[in-house]
């Protein structure tokens, strides 16, 4: 059973920088992919950064440099580095496994969410 718990959710001023980490267990197939999505209340869920199991990474248009999605295998923990937040990044970001690679990834898994919160 796959379970996806995030942690570092805050409140940052704009320009700021914050770490969301997400403790994963149960990914034990392959091949998988994982990643980080955000939604805000009556928008579609979007696709910020994603890592498969070759260590290939991809990232929404509007990241634009400013966020590193990065993996500790030994320690089964998936981290967002974040900088440069500015409100529009402002979200409830989800942590998230699949299966596939990054060439093509189906989401199968989520944690509950931690949110964001870039103010002016």
């Known amino acids: 059973q796959v379970q996806l718990v995030e942690s570092g959710g805050d409140s940052v001023q704009s320009g700021g920088s914050l770490r969301l980490s997400c403790a994963a267990s149960g990914v034990t197939y392959s091949p998988y992919c994982m990643g980080w999505c955000r939604q805000v209340p009556g928008k579609a869920r979007e696709r910020v950064a994603l890592i498969d199991n070759y260590a290939v990474t991809s990232y929404g248009n509007f990241v634009k440099g400013r966020f590193t999605i990065s993996q500790d295998n030994g320690k089964n923990t998936l981290y967002l580095q974040m900088n440069s937040l500015n409100p529009e990044d402002t979200a409830m970001y989800y942590c998230?496994?699949?299966?596939?690679?990054?060439?093509?990834?189906?989401?199968?898994?989520w944690g509950r969410g931690n949110q964001v919160t870039g103010s002016s």
């Open positions: 998230a496994a699949g299966v596939g690679t990054d060439r093509l990834c189906t989401w199968k898994y």
